[in-house]
């Protein structure tokens, strides 16, 4: 493990069994280590992991992903929450949306509402759409409200008005009466959570938040009452799902912002890898135990999304773009009643985890496959800190396919991994190729603990000529964190049509956006004149329904008669790439403004690998890539010196991270320890 030096930044990355840190040093040494997570013991094994990095006077910055919020949410362990709507809309969460994901289900049912009717109750007012106000809040009536709750003994209330996020001042009325009669119960208010309008998804969101607000809180005062105890006096920063980090009492505030903090870390690093290496347009894929997280960079940008679902449940705020499916080392691989081989989405999880892992774990899983096609070596697994049960994986996956589907052990296993990596490339053309995307012009990034397993592979099947396995890759999510600009993104609805008479009420609106954005930041100590400025709009056809987020340039804001055109132009482009050519007389309307504010922080580097010699194999295994086991080298990477080839069919291994090099690849080793991968049909691993 390298040594640590002087003043430090430190990302910490939380994960379900383990938490990642990287820290680097005044020299740009980088430290990467690991320590194991308990959801019982989290504070103080977090604190634990810190403390081998160094003394709490030298951390200078400590930026932290969490999945606080999402395991909440998932585990249904949230508050309980009352809802207080406008009359008339108590069962706006009960209705919904009309469709449904799995249309061919019949039997489908969505979950329930996280506050059951009961705890649903009205206040009688109206804000028009435009913010004026139609009917005024009455204070007694939100009193006896309050004291209705009380009975009710809610842990939180979540305040959902009609057109909010138009004139917030019925919002703030009903929680200052709230909070002054329910003082220990938090509010959660729709207007600062979600300022945009769509009733199903707002409230949704908002309630999600109230959801999640107690927990959330408790953990981050447990976590900085432990920092400051053991004297960390840098302020800890919260990775957000937009690729960002904030203040601890911004984050409090809107906890649901933290669902994807750690996927969004993988994206941010694989977005800065991608950059140092000329590369504009990656597949950023993270191989977990239980999902596969997929994301895109193109043009050098991440990719984002205003909506997300979690559960069926909405949720508005900005997102970076991450498709997840039920594929991993710990996806359970069983035999339908047709007959047919399916791998996931149920995972054995980490306890008790694949049956090679000696936990109790009896079922099938990819892990086992891979054991047992000689991707893995069983003495070594984790450095050697884990032995691998060779004989339990043999038994699991002889009872649940082997056996059921009259195929050899081999043929088993082969088919587990294939089916496994179809599910991954399916999640990555439904965000390339459904999207007008040509996969082939991206080069893949694979990180996470399987990454290296699938990499090459899922690049065959889809057609993609270049894989990227990071340094470190059992980590980088956590590199990613540590890479994180802090950000804040505000929205607001203002919905007309994109002509002449509304541009300088769009500048006006763009303008106030930006200067809260601002304030916000500088709230936090951070210095005005470093905060970037970065505006969009959502834009559509008149009479549609979605929209398509156009980026506006800074220079059209400042030459407003720039504006219309610049729009129009940029949003042509997006909708003809996603959908195809429309005719060019049809209204385009704005619905949506957004400004997100972002203040740079320094961007970890990894170090030049000294000179070495080049490194022979360490040894030949058997290892099983097409149909049957055949002696292949094994490399150690860490012995590999900067440019050596390793030709395929090949194996690369690191203490936590395996890569497969296949026959018709080839792999080398980059300057600063990543390893490039590339198909020998095209010698220079050219890729975009």
């Not at 249904?76 to 009309?98: H, S």
């Not at 009325?173 to 119960?185: F, M, N, Y």
Request: aromatic share 6%; hydrophobic share 40%; glycine share 10%.
């Amino acid at each position: 493990m390298a040594q640590l030096s002087g003043r430090l930044r430190v990302a910490a990355d939380v994960g379900g069994t383990f938490i990642d840190f990287v820290a680097v040093d005044e020299n740009d040494t980088i430290m990467v280590d690991k320590q194991p997570a308990s959801a019982d013991r989290l504070v103080q094994e977090f604190a634990a992991g810190l403390a081998r990095l160094g003394p709490g006077e030298a951390v200078t910055h400590l930026a932290h992903g969490t999945t606080t919020a999402i395991n909440t949410i998932v585990q249904e362990k949230g508050a309980r929450v009352g809802l207080v709507t406008t009359k008339g809309f108590r069962d706006v969460l009960e209705l919904g949306r009309g469709g449904r994901n799995e249309i061919y289900n019949w039997r489908f049912s969505p979950p329930p509402p996280l506050v059951p009717r009961a705890l649903r109750l009205e206040v009688d007012e109206r804000t028009l759409a435009d913010g004026r106000i139609l009917t005024a809040v009455s204070p007694e009536q939100v009193a006896a409200i309050a004291d209705e709750l009380a009975g009710l003994e809610v842990e939180a209330i979540a305040v959902c008005l009609l057109h909010s996020y138009a004139n917030p001042e019925h919002e703030l009325a009903v929680a200052d009466v709230l909070r002054a009669r329910l003082p220990g119960v938090s509010v959660t208010m729709s207007h600062v959570v979600a300022p945009e309008w769509r009733e199903f998804e707002r409230t949704s969101s908002t309630v999600l938040n109230a959801y999640v607000h107690p927990m959330f809180g408790t953990y981050l005062s447990r976590l900085t009452e432990r920092l400051n105890t053991d004297g960390y006096r840098a302020p800890l920063a919260i990775m957000q799902s937009n690729g960002g980090v904030l203040s601890v009492p911004r984050a409090h505030s809107v906890p649901v912002r933290t669902l994807y903090s750690g996927p969004a870390g993988g994206v941010v690093a694989s977005r800065a890898l991608a950059e140092s290496l000329g590369i504009e347009h990656a597949i950023c894929a993270d191989v977990g135990g239980t999902t596969f997280d997929v994301a895109l960079v193109v043009d050098g940008d991440i990719v984002e999304r205003h909506e997300t679902r979690l559960h069926e449940r909405p949720v508005l705020g900005a997102t970076v773009d991450i498709t997840s499916i039920g594929a991993g080392g710990g996806s359970v691989a069983w035999v339908d009643a047709r007959g047919a081989l399916k791998v996931g989405p149920e995972s054995a999880g980490a306890k008790p985890g694949p049956a090679c892992f000696g936990h109790g774990g009896t079922l099938a899983t990819v892990t086992d496959a891979q054991l047992l096609l000689g991707f893995l070596d069983a003495e070594r697994f984790l450095g050697g800190r884990m032995k691998l049960d060779v004989a339990a994986a043999e038994a699991a996956i002889t009872k649940h396919v082997a056996e059921p589907l009259g195929l050899s052990l081999t043929e088993a296993c082969l088919g587990i991994v294939r089916i496994a990596e179809t599910n991954m490339a399916n999640a990555v053309r439904a965000i390339t190729v459904q999207r007008g995307l040509d996969p082939r012009e991206f080069a893949l990034i694979t990180y996470g603990g399987g990454g290296g397993l699938f990499g090459a592979s899922l690049a065959e099947e889809l057609g993609v000529r270049q894989v990227v396995a990071p340094r470190a890759a059992e980590a980088f999510s956590a590199w990613g964190i540590l890479a994180s600009d802090y950000s804040e993104d505000l929205s607001v609805t203002r919905v007309f049509q994109l002509q002449e008479n509304a541009v300088d009420d769009a500048v006006r609106e763009l303008t106030n956006l930006a200067a809260a954005v601002t304030d916000g930041l500088a709230d936090y100590g951070l210095p005005r004149d470093q905060v970037r400025l970065h505006h969009a709009a959502d834009v559509r056809f008149a009479g549609q329904h979605h929209t398509v987020t156009v980026p506006i340039e800074a220079a059209w804001i400042g030459d407003p008669a720039t504006l219309l055109p610049g729009v129009e132009q940029a949003f042509r482009t997006l909708h003809t790439r996603m959908y195809g050519p429309r005719t060019s007389d049809s209204v385009l309307e704005v619905v949506t403004l957004r400004v997100r504010g972002s203040v740079p922080v320094p961007r970890p580097h990894w170090p030049p690998l000294p000179e070495r010699e080049p490194g022979p194999a360490r040894e030949h295994r058997p290892v099983c890539l097409t149909e049957r086991h055949g002696p292949t080298p094994v490399h150690v990477r860490d012995s590999l010196a900067v440019g050596q080839r390793v030709g395929g069919p090949a194996v690369v291994e690191e203490w936590a991270n395996t890569v497969l090099v296949p026959a018709g690849w080839a792999a080398h080793l980059d300057e600063h320890g990543h390893l490039r991968l590339y198909s020998t049909d095209d010698a220079t691993g050219a890729g975009r």
